[in-house]
């Protein structure tokens, strides 16, 4: 990067918890490669482990906690505070990766001072709206959304199917940029053979899940799905890693499944690694790490042909698509996939060859092109 890697960097979001989604997972790739390459930056959220102020520097931010969602707080930016704490800092680059409030006031800063803001589109959310009977404001999620990434020099955005979408709403300076893995932390290497046998389901199908435990994950789908496929068989259980406000729901409606809460590292990889198929109805990804993670550990995947999962899936080639929001499809789809195990194990092998493509280190690298790029565009104005 030669000169440019003297710049400074301030990023946003309302959380920097490690291992709480899909959004930290990808920030904290980048703080693994802001260290690599000895980069100044700053991170500013309400939400952070001591683990994660020992490593990073960080600054709190006020918020006030979700009532329905104690995992996730809605920040309330002191303008002057922080104001006063990035001039201090003086960054180069600004980057948002949540719409919130404290990405508001972060576009806002830097717009007045003439530095180049970057946001990531990770969390569609007027996708989410029907789930939680809110259509009604969907129009002024558009609007606010638009206005306020359209104030952004650039918009990253890690799917295709997503940047069509956001066009059609009059969305600009969109630019495709996918996710990532770290290929050497998922893998088949992990397999246990006696994970089925400790957690006490050895002559069973695992069919896993793994993401936030609410119902924008498509786990009614799921609910509903298992109703059906108990009628066809019973020699499978669901294992769901994650944790969030539905998951008593989803413990009463489907008996016996295991529940193993937030997991990441090796723990994680063992899972992924140890299960039979990974199942995934959500219709709401921008892209889908997830499903990164289950090709790396050639796990065959069942996903629906909807956003994200529609650009990583090729439908029976390294993976089976199905039409969103249809249960039956997705139980039959569970049900003759049991039923063919080498055309799983082929299905999972093409999965693997195409996450090779995904290479975080390339990826990231690619941003900061486009953070240079920028940045000496604005500076020699």
């Known amino acids: 990067m030669g000169a440019f890697d003297k710049i400074k960097i301030a990023y946003f979001n309302g959380t920097m918890v490690e291992g709480q989604d899909?959004?930290?997972?990808?920030?904290?790739?980048?703080?693994?490669?802001?260290?690599?390459?000895?980069?100044?930056?700053?991170?500013?959220?309400?939400?952070?482990?001591?683990?994660?102020?020992?490593?990073?520097?960080?600054?709190?931010?006020?918020?006030?906690?979700?009532?329905?969602?104690?995992?996730?707080?809605?920040?309330?930016?002191?303008?002057?505070?922080?104001?006063?704490?990035?001039?201090?800092?003086?960054?180069?680059?600004?980057?948002?990766?949540?719409?919130?409030?404290?990405?508001?006031?972060?576009?806002?800063?830097?717009?007045k001072r003439n530095i180049p803001v970057f946001a990531t589109y990770h969390t569609h959310f007027p996708s989410y709206t029907k789930y939680y009977k809110l259509q009604v404001i969907e129009y002024f999620g558009w609007n606010y959304l638009k206005n306020l990434y359209n104030k952004c020099d650039a918009v990253f955005v890690p799917s295709k199917s997503i940047i069509t979408e956001l066009t059609e709403h009059n969305f600009e300076n969109l630019i495709h940029l996918p996710n990532g893995i770290e290929i050497n932390l998922f893998s088949k290497d992990f397999y246990n053979e006696n994970w089925k046998k400790n957690n006490g389901i050895e002559n069973k199908k695992v069919l896993l899940f793994v993401g936030r435990l609410v119902w924008e994950k498509g786990l009614q789908v799921l609910i509903d799905a298992d109703k059906i496929l108990r009628s066809l068989r019973n020699d499978y259980v669901f294992v769901f890693v994650g944790d969030g406000p539905s998951q008593i729901e989803l413990q009463n409606q489907i008996p016996n499944s295991i529940f193993l809460g937030r997991l990441y590292g090796e723990k994680l990889s063992e899972v992924y690694a140890s299960s039979d198929l990974f199942v995934f109805p959500s219709t709401t990804e921008t892209f889908g790490i997830v499903l990164l993670e289950a090709m790396a550990s050639k796990l065959p995947i069942l996903c629906v042909n909807k956003n994200g999962p529609s650009d990583l899936i090729q439908n029976q080639v390294n993976g089976v698509l199905t039409p969103p929001d249809e249960p039956v499809d997705f139980a039959n789809n569970i049900n003759n996939l049991l039923l063919r195990p080498d055309f799983m194990k082929q299905i999972s092998e093409n999965a693997y060859q195409t996450v090779q493509n995904y290479s975080w280190d390339g990826i990231i690298s690619k941003m900061f092109e486009y953070y240079e790029s920028y940045y000496y565009a604005k500076i020699s104005l």
Not at 25 to 50: A, C, G, M
Not at 54 to 70: E, G, H, Q, T
């Open 22 to 111: 899909g959004v930290t997972r990808t920030l904290f790739r980048i703080v693994d490669y802001l260290e690599q390459h000895n980069i100044e930056s700053k991170f500013y959220s309400p939400l952070f482990s001591k683990s994660t102020g020992d490593r990073i520097n960080i600054k709190k931010v006020n918020s006030f906690k979700l009532p329905f969602y104690k995992d996730y707080n809605i920040p309330i930016p002191q303008k002057r505070i922080l104001s006063m704490d990035l001039d201090k800092f003086a960054p180069d680059i600004i980057h948002i990766h949540s719409p919130c409030p404290l990405g508001k006031f972060a576009v806002n800063y830097a717009k």
